[in-house]
Structure formats: structure tokens, C-alpha cells
């Protein structure tokens, strides 16, 4: 295969912005009133990128690996930073770090493993790798804690009477709370599963897609996507349980009594 790819010009990725012209025609007509929210995220999605592809552009031509760890410690605060923000319910400081607890060590811990075991990638700071792979596993494990949270806060919402019921007959707050735990770990990690089940049928994945379109072999870029795939999923997995298992506790006090969760 050719490893040429060609290049965009100007006018051709203003010529994509027809699309969102064709979504605020769309709202508009509706009456659904999120054009200014587009116009917003559309902005904002272009500047992002802009700056971050010149950001990757100066550190992949860097050789200073605290580079590749500070632009991976960016990420991992940030993703932490959004789960605050995306979360509705009220967190407590100690819920808050859990979550960031539970978020570094899940997404590095499988981050690592797959770089240094999989990929076997030298050197070991290369950011050709380490950082575009850093991405998919934090932002999918970001995805999987944020529906982990809604999912236990919703729980001990919804159940608290069958939970006081449980802890009045003697069971601990571990055991009182086992159901809710479960349903919030597997609601977290569905969307990954979903995701897999569609690969390669329904839809390319977005690294399939870049390497294929960069010139890769279709049968490379398939390795390389079914080997992040499984890291993405064991990362989710890592940190939504790390999560709900530590995360669970905040919600009794230390006489084992649930708190009260604000709608």
C-alpha cells in the first residue's frame, strides 16, 4: 500500500463545516434552540484541536521523556476534572478522591501493561504511542467512573428503604449496598461491551481509521485496534470497580447508617 495521505487544505475542512450549518437548519426549523450550544462546541472542538495538534507536534519532535509524562499527567487531570463536572450529584470531598484515586490507577496501571508488555514500545517515553494510546484508555475510563458514579448515587437513592431494611436485619453496609454496586459497575462498563459488539460490522473504529487512512495495512491497523480495544476495556474494568468498591462506602457514616442523597 501507499504510505502517502492526502493532505487536507484549508478550504476543504471549511467545506466539512456544512454539516453543522445543516444541524443549525435542522434545530432551527425544530425550534429546539441549541444553536447557540453548537455553534459553541464547534468553536471550541476547532480551537482544541488546532492547539493540540501543535502542542503534539513539538513534543514528538522532543526527546525529553518528562514531556511525554507531563502531557499524560494533563490528560489524567482534566479527565478527572470532567468527571466532576459531567457528575450532577453532589460530591463530597472523600468521593472526590476516590474517583481521582481510582482514575489514575486504573488508566496507568493498563496504560503501562499494554506499552510495556504489549506494544513493547522503545523508547520507552515515545510519544508517538504512548500519548495517542493514553488518550482512548483515560477518556474511555473517564466515560466508564462518571456512569459509575450516576449509577451508585442513583441506587442509593431509589433503594434506600430496601438498603435501611437490610442493614436493620444485620447485614453490612457492603452487603446492603451488593446490588446497587453490581448494577452501577455493570451499567458503567455496557457501553464498552456495546462498543465491541459493533466493531468492525457496524462501524471502524477511529484508530483503525486514521492508520488505514495514513496508509497502513488494513490487517496491521486490525491488530493494532483489537490489542487497544482490550486495553480499553480492561482499563474501564480496572477503574469503575477500584471505583464503586471504595466509592460505595462514602454513602454511610461511621455508625454504618446511610446518608442522605439530594435529588
Partial sequence: MSNDIMNLQLWQIGAAYVFIALLLVIVRKRGIGREREILMASVRMTLQLVLV??????????????????????????????????????????????????????????????????????????????????????????????????????????????????????????KASKEIVNSAFDSAILPTINSMVGMGIVSLPGMMTGQILSGTSPLIATKYQIAIMLGIVGSVALSVILFVILGYRTFFNHQDQLIQVED
Fill in 53 to 174: 495538534g501543535y502542542v503534539l507536534v513539538y513534543i514528538f519532535e522532543s526527546t525529553n521523556p518528562l514531556m511525554t509524562i507531563l502531557a499524560v499527567g494533563v490528560m489524567e487531570a482534566f479527565a478527572i476534572d470532567n468527571i466532576f463536572k459531567r457528575t450532577k450529584e453532589k460530591l463530597t470531598g472523600k468521593l472526590k478522591k476516590i474517583i481521582a484515586f481510582s482514575m489514575v490507577t486504573g488508566t496507568l496501571t493498563s496504560i503501562l501493561y499494554f506499552l510495556f508488555v504489549v506494544i513493547r514500545i522503545y523508547p520507552w517515553f515515545n510519544p508517538q504511542y504512548f500519548i495517542p494510546i493514553a488518550g482512548m484508555i483515560i477518556g474511555n475510563s473517564m466515560t466508564g467512573i462518571s456512569l459509575g458514579v450516576k449509577g451508585i448515587a442513583d441506587g442509593m437513592r431509589n433503594k434506600r428503604a430496601l438498603v435501611e431494611s437490610s442493614l436493620m436485619l444485620g447485614a453490612t453496609p457492603a
